[in-house]
């Protein structure tokens, strides 16, 4: 069962992987949707890329777009921001993916290409499908790293792209329930209205649930077949299916969640010295133990909260011989015991 679940969570092995300051990102894919925002909320957009030091031109890396993002939030500290921003974000710009999205002829399979080539559809937080019984569930992750003080921002952001998507290409508001890795804010006015009812906060996730039946359900806007998608598949462009680091790295680590291999081993699987690793973690603002631990933290609530196993079998299954010491990890990953983990 939980190879199943590797395959489900983690890109095919082998797609490109970039790094926060590697200049990956077609401007207009990007960068020129966050400008045409701040020009319809009247803010010069010489005066948005000023304030970060960027200049125009073919690409962008991760790390300029979160600047002019964190710009963004500084002069357009409007509490719709992020969510007007999210709609205007997909299907985007980005070449042959932009185009499978909007030719897709299902909820299931926009979603499987969504994250299949989150390097061009959505290159800050990686998602993640997992169909659980008559759920479906995306879970957003870490592409590249994203401070703690745009993070919420960024998944305001995402959370309401997807969302508008699915509702222009299917015609109708679908039923999604959404749950945060935060504290519940003051105001969830803006929430409410751009997302809907269904929020859930506190949890130990970013992700969007939905009942599975709608993933076969007919888009009107459909094309068949999906020609884009076909040149896709067919590495007409091979970068659309890039990973973040981190996402990289969540990709390899979670097959091995039992064993918990070393910096060293991981190291050697991505061809660099254990010291370039981390040196190139701490860039992303980030370290190993931190990407093994949310890993392992994300299969340990997968087994109790969707499968209802005992924290001692989840113990078990993570290579914990006694229960004490899987109890010790588990708050130091989540906060939580498992007790109350499992309860909530």
């Known amino acids: 069962m939980m190879p199943t679940l590797s395959r489900e969570l983690c890109a095919p092995p082998g797609a490109p992987v970039f790094e926060l300051g590697t200049r ?18 009247e803010v010069d957009p010489e005066c948005l890329l000023s304030h970060c030091r960027l200049t ?67 290159p800050l937080l990686t998602p993640r499908l997992l169909r659980h019984g008559d759920e479906v569930l995306l ?29 222009w290409q299917g015609g109708t508001a679908l039923p999604w329930r959404f749950c945060f890795n935060r504290t519940r804010p003051r105001d969830l006015s803006q929430h409410a209205v751009f997302l809907g009812a269904e929020l859930s906060f506190g949890c130990q996730f970013d992700a969007m649930r939905l009942p599975a039946e709608l993933l076969s359900q007919a888009w009107p806007r459909a094309v068949v077949p999906n020609l884009a998608a076909a040149a896709l598949a067919q590495q007409a462009d091979p970068t659309a299916s890039g990973r973040g680091l981190l996402a990289a790295l969540y990709d390899w680590l979670l097959p091995r969640y039992r064993e918990a291999p070393s910096l060293d081993q991981a190291a050697q699987a991505f061809g660099v010295s254990p010291a370039t690793l981390k040196r190139r973690l701490a860039q992303h603002g980030s370290h190993y133990q931190a990407q093994l631990d949310q890993a392992r933290s994300h299969v ?3 087994l ?40 909530g």
Request: aromatic share 8%; glycine share 8%.
């Open 24 to 41: 990956c990102l077609p401007w207009e894919q990007q960068a020129a949707c966050v400008l045409e925002f701040a020009r319809s909320r």
């Open 56 to 122: 125009r031109g073919a690409l962008i890396s991760p790390q300029q777009l979160l600047a002019l993002l964190a710009a963004v939030q500084l002069l357009l500290p409007a509490s719709d921001t992020p969510f007007v921003l999210g709609q205007l974000s997909l299907p985007g710009q980005g070449g042959l993916a932009s185009h499978a999205l909007l030719q897709a002829s299902t909820l299931g399979e926009a979603l499987s290409l969504l994250c299949r080539y989150a390097g061009r559809l959505s």
């Open 139 to 167: 879970l957003w992750t870490e592409s590249c790293g994203v401070s703690a003080a745009q993070r919420a921002f960024v998944v305001d952001m995402h959370m309401s792209a997807l969302k508008s998507l699915c509702q």
């Open 300 to 302: 340990a609530l997968y």
């Open 304 to 343: 109790m909260l969707l499968q209802g196993r005992s924290s001692e079998a989840v113990a078990g299954e993570l290579g914990f011989n006694d229960r004490s010491n899987f109890r010790r990890s588990f708050k130091r990953w989540t906060g939580l015991t498992p007790g109350v983990a499992a309860s």
